[in-house]
T-cell receptor
Framework: NAGVTQTPKFQVLKTGQSMTLQCAQDMNHNSMYWYRQDPGMGLRLIYYSASEGTTDKGEVPNGYNVSRLNKREFSLRLESAAPSQTSVYFCASKVIRGSRYTFGSGTRLTVV | DQQVKQNSPSLSVQEGRISILNCDYTNSMFDYFLWYKKYPAEGPTFLISISSIKDKNEDGRFTVFLNKSAKHLSLHIVPSQPGDSAVYFC???????????????FGKGTLLTVNP
């Protein structure tokens, strides 16, 4: 089925460990986004890629890095995980113009 | 500074009645507004949107109203059904100077519970 695929769905990390969250879309969308959702905080933008080859910081970029590997894939890396990064992470994509995002089903990350 | 505010964390209504979810925004540059619906363990899904040049948009049981002077929008669900029980996020966007990217700013969400 067409859409946004995120892997893994669940992950537990120890403080200081690193990991990469993967996101791929097969809708030929140009722009991709990473959000985190925390209780009572809504969805906050971490990083985004308006088009292949570009990345920009969002509202809460500290502690994260991203790579737009190609048009389909946009990964989010935690170099040294902290308990404050415990959250549900959503990847989204959209065409160039317009605001209608398509979201993945999320990655639930726990840092202990 | 929270630019999109959903001041009601939760709302409970009876099946068949109207659900009204509210959203306020502070950035007058926002030119497009959306509502997303989210079930547990799933990603948000698009529900309905409205451009700043309109004051109403309707899609079946869902209607979004925009009051630009008050910087306020609302989502009406009539009639409400138990399957509508979910978290509803209000979101807004502003076109950047390059016109090529619309970043969404989300509210904190409202949990709607529709009781049978």
């Amino acid at each position: 089925n067409a859409g946004v695929t995120q892997t893994p769905k669940f992950q537990v990390l120890k403080t200081g460990q690193s990991m990469t969250l993967q996101c791929a879309q097969d809708m030929n969308h140009n722009s991709m986004y990473w959000y985190r959702q925390d209780p009572g905080m809504g969805l906050r933008l971490i990083y985004y890629s308006a088009s292949e080859g570009t990345t920009d910081k969002g509202e809460v970029p500290n502690g994260y890095n991203v790579s737009r590997l190609n048009k389909r894939e946009f990964s989010l890396r935690l170099e040294s995980a902290a308990p404050s990064q415990t959250s549900v992470y959503f990847c989204a994509s959209k065409v160039i113009r317009g605001s209608r995002y398509t979201f993945g089903s999320g990655t639930r990350l726990t840092v202990v | 500074d929270q630019q999109v505010k959903q001041n009601s964390p939760s709302l409970s209504v009876q099946e068949g009645r109207i659900s009204i979810l509210n959203c306020d925004y502070t950035n007058s540059m926002f030119d497009y507004f959306l509502w997303y619906k989210k079930y547990p363990a799933e990603g948000p899904t698009f529900l309905i949107s409205i451009s700043s040049i309109k004051d109403k948009n309707e899609d079946g049981r869902f209607t979004v109203f925009l009051n630009k002077s008050a910087k306020h929008l609302s989502l009406h669900i009539v009639p409400s059904q138990p399957g509508d029980s979910a978290v509803y996020f209000c979101a807004a966007s502003v076109e950047d100077s390059g016109g090529s990217n619309y970043k969404l700013t989300f509210g904190k969400g409202t949990l709607l519970t529709v009781n049978p």
